[in-house]
């Protein structure tokens, strides 16, 4: 992501065809949450922190509905792809993969294991994922985290915590051009 400037209008674009609530459970605060902990993850495990960044906010971008949805994955590989090609994505080739494999395959029941690639990577994106399932009454299971700082983050998941809208968190949605108090949703590319 060394384009910073470049990541609201990925946001805009994001949110101009997202079908849900901007907000919902599905929506923005899932993808800094798990902005935040994939970047945690990926200072331990040896994530390409990029990649990582790319996917909590394009993993759930083609999802239609809040529950089951099995072919979300899949249309947010295809947005990730159309939307590098339109320069929005600054990711190398071998990169590049690597986030359309973690979308496309993050909500199917495939294994780490058999992905090519960097599965360090795909496995931290899905870590990262995952650990945002108490939201919605979910408990983490270990046995489905790859990586040992996950284990680690699932044992502190906080529901005040998760649902608090620290600095930190209000400033990752400014950087996207998303003002937190503001409806809708005017980003700083539309500025
Ligand atoms: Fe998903
Ligand atoms: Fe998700």
């Known amino acids: 992501m060394s384009t910073v400037e470049s990541?609201?209008?990925l946001v805009k674009r994001i949110l101009d065809q997202y079908a849900l609530e901007p907000f919902g459970s599905h929506g923005l605060l899932h993808w800094v949450r798990v902005h935040e902990s994939g970047i945690e993850i990926a200072s331990s495990s040896g994530a390409d922190k990029d990649v990582v960044a790319y996917f909590a906010l394009l993993h759930d971008s083609g999802r239609l509905n809040e529950s089951r949805d099995p072919q979300h994955g899949p249309r947010g590989a295809a947005l990730a792809r159309l939307l590098h090609e339109e320069g929005l994505i600054d990711l190398n080739p071998a990169q590049l993969q690597d986030l359309l494999t973690a979308i496309e395959h993050h909500n199917s029941h495939e294994r780490v294991e058999d992905m090519a690639g960097d599965r360090i990577t795909i496995g931290t994106c899905w870590d990262a994922d995952r650990l945002d399932l108490p939201r919605v009454g979910t408990t983490v299971n270990p046995k489905y985290l790859h990586?040992?700082?996950?284990?680690?983050?699932?044992?502190?998941?906080?529901?005040?915590?998760?649902?608090f809208?620290?600095?930190?968190?209000?400033?990752?949605?400014?950087?996207?051009?998303?003002?937190?108090?503001?409806?809708?949703?005017?980003?700083?590319?539309t500025q």
């Open 147 to 163: 990586t040992q700082e996950a284990r680690r983050l699932a044992n502190l998941w906080d529901h005040e915590d998760a649902n």
């Open 165 to 189: 809208i620290t600095d930190n968190r209000r400033s990752l949605l400014a950087s996207w051009g998303v003002n937190y108090f503001s409806h809708p949703f005017i980003g700083a590319a």
């Open 7 to 9: 990541i609201p209008a």
